[in-house]
């Protein structure tokens, strides 16, 4: 093929340059409009089942994205790390007749003061009428600091690069955090966060099938894989995992032809006592009452055809393990502090209607909460002592809480200062005040057996002051709930309540910010 004389050489390549600029261009676009219309749109617009306390990354931006597209008369949004999610019940709270507000939570774990700053305009565009900013000692991020000469020293180097790879920065704000802090970043960190400022897919893929894999489970399984139990709960308890007791006694609202159990010893007997309903239960009328050895360790199928007559009416069956118990270590639901025993697993919706509802910001009450609060205080603190303290300085999971630990002591012989993570704080008050939007800052309830390692430190009384002074001049208000709730077996660990003290502290919360609330009625 020849070239056409009358095109010049020059031209004819400069035309083939536009060309390629164009189609490359196009490309682009075509990459970047189908990652945003797909990672950003439609991948957010698929059935939210997750559950309470997992996949929280996924969870925290699909529900900035309901509150952002949804609106309430009067909305109050409760901010804050896990020791939010943990301190208040919002479900409970939403329940009261002719309530003043609805609360909703703006929450995800280790939600940093610096993390809530970068969110303060998603969550203003949440149409909130009032922030609640729940917050501990242990959100200040004492990892990065270190007593000397009579202060605490910030590394800020540490920090800046530390914070690059967390998956907050990572995942909702790369862009930010790369705007800010480019120039202090390694290239390694500054190449991620620049890919996934560029693309959704690269900052999603961490929990992209997280959602997918609980619809497959929820609706295509046996209901023998779940993060938690979700089927009728025994009267006697169960755990969150899906273990009973010795015994279990649960009305059985929806009797399926099969069901699962999970067995962890073979030849483990099983005993089997049915009521007609509650009342004879009482009365311990029993129509039917069956023993059965399962020879396999596992999943096991019960068919109710086999146990009892088709002809029964029945709603409440009593399950009883007649062998050797398993123990709770055993079978991995606790590692340290006081053992017991369990029975056996009863699968995902064992006895109930399959409800596929977002359950993602919904806490239940199990038994793995509420056997804290059964120990008398002298044994709780025993436990406590095997759970949270032996050994924290050498223990994975325990080496943050020891941080924490250690700077509640170091600040008793230090003069306060701010920091960035402090002073982050008061630029969230900042901007909520310069938008008109009521704002409260909550100091959260704390173990007192942790609590007393600092309470009277003058570093305190500094630190309370200077965050209080700050809101009072823009109106807003701090309320300390640090020794709000004074029995020790109603919390967990340090900072995070049980189910039972978030429901004793629900009302003590809803009390103390009901007068904002009245003040931030439209």
């Not at 309830?445 to 700050?470: C, G, M, T, V």
Request: charged residues 25%; glycine residues 4%.
């Amino acid at each position: 093929m020849e070239t056409d004389p009358t095109i010049p050489l020059n031209k004819s390549r400069f035309g083939l340059k536009w060309k390629v600029f164009i189609i490359t261009c196009s490309l682009f676009g075509g990459v970047f409009f189908l990652d945003r219309l797909f990672f950003f749109d439609l991948y957010f617009l698929f059935p939210n089942e997750t559950e309470w306390d997992s996949s929280p990354w996924y969870n925290f931006i699909h529900k900035t994205k309901e509150l952002q597209s949804s609106e309430d008369k009067h909305r109050t949004i409760i901010a804050g790390s896990s020791v939010a999610l943990y301190s208040v019940l919002p479900d409970l709270l939403n329940q009261k007749v002719n309530p003043k507000t609805k609360y909703s939570f703006f929450s995800h774990v280790a939600m940093a003061p610096t993390d809530l700053d970068y969110y303060k305009e998603n969550l203003l565009i949440s149409h909130p009428n009032l922030v609640v900013y729940i917050h501990n000692f242990a959100d200040l991020q004492w990892e990065y600091q270190t007593p000397m000469d009579g202060k605490f020293h910030f590394d800020e180097e540490k920090w800046v690069k530390e914070f690059g790879e967390r998956y907050p920065a990572k995942t909702i704000y790369p862009k930010a955090y790369l705007n800010d802090h480019w120039i202090e970043l390694p290239r390694k960190t500054i190449s991620k966060l620049a890919t996934k400022s560029l693309f959704y897919v690269s900052r999603f893929r961490v929990f992209f099938w997280d959602p997918i894999e609980v619809y497959i489970d929820n609706h295509f399984r046996s209901g023998r894989k779940y993060h938690l139990y979700q089927g009728e709960k025994p009267i006697e308890g169960i755990w969150s995992k899906g273990w009973t007791k010795e015994t279990a006694t649960l009305t059985c609202s929806e009797k399926k032809s099969k069901e699962s159990i999970f067995i962890q010893k073979p030849k483990t007997k099983l005993k089997f006592r049915f009521f007609k309903d509650k009342n004879f239960f009482s009365n311990q009328m029993s129509i039917q009452e069956i023993e059965k050895t399962f020879d396999h360790s596992g999943w096991n199928d019960l068919d109710w055809g086999s146990l009892v007559q088709n002809s029964m009416d029945w709603s409440v069956v009593q399950i009883q393990v007649l062998s050797e118990l398993p123990s709770a270590k055993e079978v991995n639901l606790i590692r340290y502090g006081r053992d017991e025993s369990v029975g056996v697993r009863l699968s995902h919706f064992f006895c109930k209607n399959s409800k596929f509802e977002n359950r993602s910001y919904s806490r239940g009450s199990y038994w793995d909460d509420t056997r804290l609060v059964t120990m008398t205080t002298a044994d709780f603190k025993e436990d406590y002592f095997e759970r949270m303290i032996r050994d924290a300085g050498t223990r994975n999971e325990l080496w943050r809480l020891h941080f924490v630990r250690e700077a509640k002591k170091n600040v008793n012989t230090i003069s306060f200062s701010p920091w960035p993570e402090f002073d982050r704080i008061l630029r969230i008050s900042d901007y909520f005040y310069e938008h008109k939007v009521p704002f409260v800052l909550v100091l959260s309830p704390e173990n007192p057996i942790e609590f007393a390692f600092y309470k009277n430190s003058k570093w305190r009384q500094d630190w309370i002051s200077k965050l209080k002074s700050h809101l009072e001049t823009r109106g807003q208000t701090l309320i300390d709930h640090t020794d709000a709730v004074s029995d020790v077996r109603y919390f967990f660990d340090p900072h995070h309540l049980t189910y039972e003290g978030a429901n004793y502290y629900n009302s003590v919360f809803s009390q103390s910010v009901e007068s904002k609330i009245s003040n931030s009625n439209p």
